[in-house]
């Protein structure tokens, strides 16, 4: 069965954006073991807003198969993305049973929660840096019950920025 890996940069108190959206607080001075991780997934699972978000660059990760769950999006013109308004866990569940390696569950917070939720989620990657926003997109919404992960590893860098990985 595939893993289902939420990989994302978190602020000190917990915010995957800042007020207006904006990801200008992210580190971009180094991989970060990125190279590596994107060597393990062949898929990634988004919401509509990071679909949007990533456009602004181009083809949203064109090496990949892109799931985008979106309620406004009808078309693209890019091969390797699928939009789909299907239940988001139902979804997610089916795409892990699918032969192929780890998938990417990149945001945002609308599609994450129902996953924690379900307990689709194995593993996190959490690049917590150094930074209060003070307000923003949290990364957790509240759970009707506790979901436990077990500490793996935990890299320090020179830049301040700790990675956090977690398993179920």
């Not at 595939?2 to 994302?8: A, C, D, H, T």
Request: with cysteine; aromatic share 14%.
């Amino acid at each position: 069965m595939r893993k289902i890996i939420l990989n994302l940069a978190v602020s000190l108190d917990g915010f995957i954006a800042g007020p207006n959206g904006e990801y200008d607080w992210c580190f971009a001075d180094a991989d970060y073991g990125m190279t590596n991780f994107l060597n393990s997934i062949d898929a990634v699972v988004m919401g509509g807003k990071s679909y949007r978000l990533l456009l602004q660059y181009g083809a949203p990760y064109p090496e990949y198969t892109n799931y985008v769950f979106t309620r406004t999006e009808k078309s693209t013109p890019y091969a390797n993305v699928v939009f789909t308004r299907d239940d988001i866990a139902e979804f997610v569940e089916a795409l892990k049973e699918k032969e192929g390696k780890s998938i990417w569950l990149f945001g945002g917070a609308e599609i994450i929660h129902p996953l924690l939720e379900n307990d689709l989620v194995d593993e996190l990657m959490l690049s917590v840096h150094p930074v209060l926003l003070g307000d923003g997109l949290p990364l957790f919404r509240k759970l009707n019950e506790r979901k436990a992960f077990k500490l793996m590893d935990s890299i320090t860098y020179p830049s301040g920025l700790v990675q956090l990985y977690y398993k179920k």
